[in-house]
């Protein structure tokens, strides 16, 4: 008899893949085909849900525009809310500039806090964001090297 495969931490893995996910329009179209496949296989929008980590209404949406529209109905749609500020290539920047530390820009302080990279995103990008949205930027990056090391 062959043994049961099994991934040792599920959980990182499965964070690591549902990142990948959003990060690509194509995965997410694969992904939500996956689902809609599964459920007209006869399993119901819970179970695939539960399987896949997404609530039972969004399966449920997307068995709906399948239905409505076929496979186009299943590529990514607009999104609400306000768009974001920095760009890809600036939050790349501004990752390997909190990595470097507020040293090497010649800031007083030794470590970055929401008003100090606040006032850096201004003079490198001469963007202006609230000191609450740059303590979340900390926190998400924190996060990610916190993943990416771990």
Same mark, same amino acid.
């Given at each position: ?10 959980? +990182? ?7 990948? %996910? ?5 995965l997410?179209? +694969? &992904?939500? @085909?996956?689902?809609? @496949? $599964?459920? *007209?296989?006869?399993?119901s ?14 399966l449920?949406?997307?068995? &709906? ?5 076929g %496979?186009?109905?299943?590529? *990514?749609?607009?999104? /609400? ?6 760009k890809? #290539?600036? +939050?790349? %920047? $501004? ?5 470097? *530390?507020p040293? /090497?820009? #010649? ?10 990279l /606040? ?10 964001l !609230?000191v609450? &949205?740059?303590?979340? $930027? $900390? ?9 990416? !090391?771990?």
């Open positions: 008899m062959g043994r049961r495969s099994e991934i040792p931490d599920r959980a +990182l893995a499965q964070r690591i893949l549902k990142r990948k %996910i959003r990060c690509s329009p194509e997410q179209q +694969l &992904h939500r @085909l996956h689902c809609v @496949l $599964l459920v *007209g296989e006869g399993f929008c819970k179970d695939v849900a539960y399987w896949f980590g997404n609530s039972p209404r969004t449920e949406r997307w068995v &709906h525009r399948f239905r409505k529209s %496979i186009n109905g299943l590529t *990514g749609e607009q999104r /609400a809310g306000r768009p974001t500020i920095l890809r #290539n600036q +939050l790349r %920047i $501004l990752q390997e500039d909190i990595d470097k *530390g040293d /090497a820009f #010649n800031y007083d302080q030794g470590q970055w806090d929401g008003k100090l /606040a006032a850096h995103i201004q003079t490198r990008f001469g963007l202006t !609230s609450r &949205h740059c303590q979340r $930027l $900390l926190r998400e990056f924190k996060l990610a090297n916190s993943r990416a !090391s771990g």
